[in-house]
């Protein structure tokens, strides 16, 4: 099974993105989980490198390239030693010439496809479809992208958010980079106005992102709905009713389907003492069995064809007509009415059992 | 053959209430059938479900109507046999005497039989004294007795 992919997305360097990893790691082997570090960025971070001390770390490949000794993650001994999470720095990272894979964020792909958790970090302005957008934000081309498609697949996407102000007071107090290179940064790349351009495209990013997972929660439910039953049932305030509508809540548990009931009044009727009792007792039942008690006026068949459309209903459930043979030769019989009017709906009449029992 | 004569269902004018929770003793059923035949009343009989308070009392309690249901159509049945008509209920509350309490507030009963298997002595007390009907405590039937 895929483990689960949790990106740590930062605005610039220096938020704190790797330090919340690394705490991320700590807390969850404090758990009892096994907890690798598969890469960590060699930031010369105190704090950082402290946060590291705890963990295991699988050591890092040492490659030569252009007259440097780098350090690579070794994807072949993350895979062997299969942890239950392994936190990877630097997702957009492009890997050697010789590596197998082109970027880290593939060699991330294996792990999670071996089975291991993985978190990960990593840069807006890394993004492949906002390279142009930080060009113009920064004039900074970045060569090292990353697919969007490796943030739409994360299972997790989690802003590690500062102020401006906060990052740069981080900086001027070396805490990000060497005293030699405060004064660069703070002109270039870690300007106030860039950096808030920065996050404010971090932070879109991440909204986007929770609301295209939103929709996906939101239109799975209704995907399931077109196949889903419902069910309807029709009362009207008389002993019976209560009858109908402990039948269809049987019917509705057997389907894993809610469950309506409808009342509809003919036009101008206004109830009796009794049948508001009744009526009463209705709504009381359908609290009990967790049933929407839906109430109207007008013709019959035409408020049910109406209901049945609003609510996607797929059963309905009515009482044995009690209409007369001439009632039912001169306007036409309800059910014959429904079965015509509702294609597609199950109707189902619902008998007096009593009666077949005193009938026999 | 002969098949069994069926009796009539009149259109009842008294209402008889038999609250019961959890089972119905017999006894008490068949005490009320005997009644509301002979003064041709509709039987109304009431399952009271009680809702603990950690629970909102509007929450569906689906393990408790699935008891009910069955007992209802079973009271139904037995009822139809003797030809008579059934209005039945379920009603919640915070104890049984709520739900019977709330019961009765909205719904008028010319009498009420209960057993008391269904009830404590105090809850037995308290529908004495309470009940705005004529009330018939009946002792269970023996085997239900027996099992008490």
């Given at each position: 099974m895929r483990g689960h992919y949790r990106i740590l997305l930062g605005m610039a360097p220096g938020v704190g993105k790797t330090y919340r990893m690394l705490q991320e790691g700590r807390a969850a082997h404090a758990e009892g989980r096994d907890v690798v570090v598969g890469y960590l960025e060699p930031h010369d971070r105190s704090e950082t490198a402290a946060l590291a001390e705890e963990l295991e770390r699988v050591p890092h490949l040492r490659a030569a390239y252009g007259g440097l000794e780098l350090d690579e993650m070794d994807v072949d001994a993350v895979l062997r030693r299969a942890p239950e999470l392994a936190l990877i720095d630097e997702l957009a990272h492009t890997n050697l010439p010789?590596?197998?894979?082109?970027?880290r964020w593939q060699d991330i792909e294996e792990i999670l496809a071996a089975g291991s958790d993985v978190v990960s970090t990593v840069n807006i302005q890394h993004l492949e479809s906002l390279n142009d957008a930080i060009f113009e934000l920064t004039e900074v081309r970045v060569r090292e992208t990353f697919p969007d498609s490796v943030l739409e697949h994360a299972d997790e996407v989690v802003l590690v958010d500062l102020t401006p102000e906060a990052l740069q007071a981080r900086i001027r107090a070396g805490k990000v980079y060497p005293r030699d290179r405060i004064e660069a940064a703070l002109l270039n790349f870690f300007r106030a106005d860039r950096l808030s351009g920065l996050r404010e495209l971090a932070l879109r990013e991440v909204a986007e992102d929770v609301e295209s997972r939103r929709l996906s929660v939101v239109l799975d439910p209704l995907s399931a709905q077109a196949v889903a039953e419902r069910v309807l049932a029709l009362v009207t305030p008389e002993p019976r009713s209560q009858r109908i509508l402990r039948r269809a809540w049987r019917s509705a548990q057997r389907l894993g389907a809610p469950l309506d009931a409808l009342w509809v009044r003919r036009p101008g009727h206004e109830p009796d003492e009794e049948e508001l009792i009744q009526l009463a007792a209705l709504r009381r039942l359908a609290t009990i069995l967790g049933a929407h008690f839906l109430e109207d006026e007008g013709d019959l068949v035409s408020s049910v064809k109406r209901v049945v459309a609003e609510r996607g209903s797929t059963y309905v459930l009515v009482g044995t007509p009690d209409e007369s043979r001439r009632r039912e030769i001169l306007r036409g019989s309800l059910v014959s009415a429904l079965v015509r009017e509702l294609p597609g709906v199950d109707i189902r009449v619902v008998a007096n059992r009593a009666e077949r029992a005193v009938g026999t | 053959m002969i098949g069994r004569r069926r009796r009539a269902v009149y259109q009842g004018e008294g209402r008889i209430l038999v609250p019961f929770s959890g089972a119905l003793d017999p006894t008490a059923l068949r005490a009320a059938l005997r009644i509301a035949r002979a003064e041709e009343a509709t039987l109304v009989p009431a399952y009271l479900l009680v809702v603990p308070?950690?629970?909102?009392?509007?929450?569906?309690r689906t393990d408790h109507v699935a008891v009910a249901l069955p007992l209802l159509e079973a009271v139904e049945l037995e009822a139809a046999r003797r030809g008579v008509p059934v209005d039945a209920r379920i009603e919640k509350g915070r104890s049984l005497t709520h739900a019977l309490r709330r019961l009765w507030e909205v719904e008028a009963f010319d009498r009420i039989v209960a057993s008391?298997?269904?009830?404590?002595a105090k809850e037995l007390a308290w529908l004495l004294t309470n009940a705005p009907a004529e009330t018939i405590v009946l002792r269970p039937a023996s085997a239900v007795a027996a099992s008490l």
């Open positions: 010789e590596a197998r894979n082109e970027k | 308070l950690q629970y909102d009392e509007d929450s569906p008391s298997s269904s009830f404590t």
